[in-house]
């Protein structure tokens, strides 16, 4: 089993940072895919990044595409995602997720909630206008 644990979230003017990180434990998660995912208020969950269990290839949504940034510690058994120039509508609780699919895998998948086997219980992020 694993165990995931999200912490970082908070709130945030418009244009801020704010980095989450995603702490795994019972189980090394160095072999697993990683990702994030977020469910804006009143809306589905949604894909946000995700990252191979070796860090080489990382994927995005267009909505995120060049503000945020998927990074893995696998020493340390965590997950980062780094969110720079926040928009009102990155509000969201973030989830952490590990998959068993390790290797680079098409976008199809490491999008789909389905892929993934261990969620984390999320995290508040609020970006206020």
């Known amino acids: 089993q694993v165990h995931l644990v999200e912490s970082g979230g908070g709130l945030v003017q418009a244009g801020g940072s704010l980095r989450l990180s995603c702490a795994a434990s019972?189980?090394?998660?160095?072999?697993?895919?990683m990702g994030w995912f977020r469910q804006p208020p009143g809306k589905e969950r949604e894909f946000v990044a995700a990252i191979t269990w070796n860090g080489i290839s990382t994927n995005y949504a267009d909505s995120v595409k060049g503000r945020f940034t998927i990074s893995r510690d696998s020493t340390k058994n965590t997950v980062s995602l780094q969110m720079n120039s926040l928009k009102p509508e990155d509000t969201a609780v973030y989830y952490c997720?590990?998959?068993?699919?390790?290797?680079?895998?098409?976008?199809?998948?490491?999008?789909?909630?389905?892929?993934?086997?261990?969620w984390g219980q999320g995290t508040q992020v609020t970006v206020s206008s």
């Open positions: 019972g189980r090394t998660v160095s072999s697993y895919g």
């Open positions: 997720a590990a998959a068993r699919f390790g290797g680079t895998v098409s976008y199809a998948t490491v999008s789909s909630a389905t892929s993934y086997n261990y």
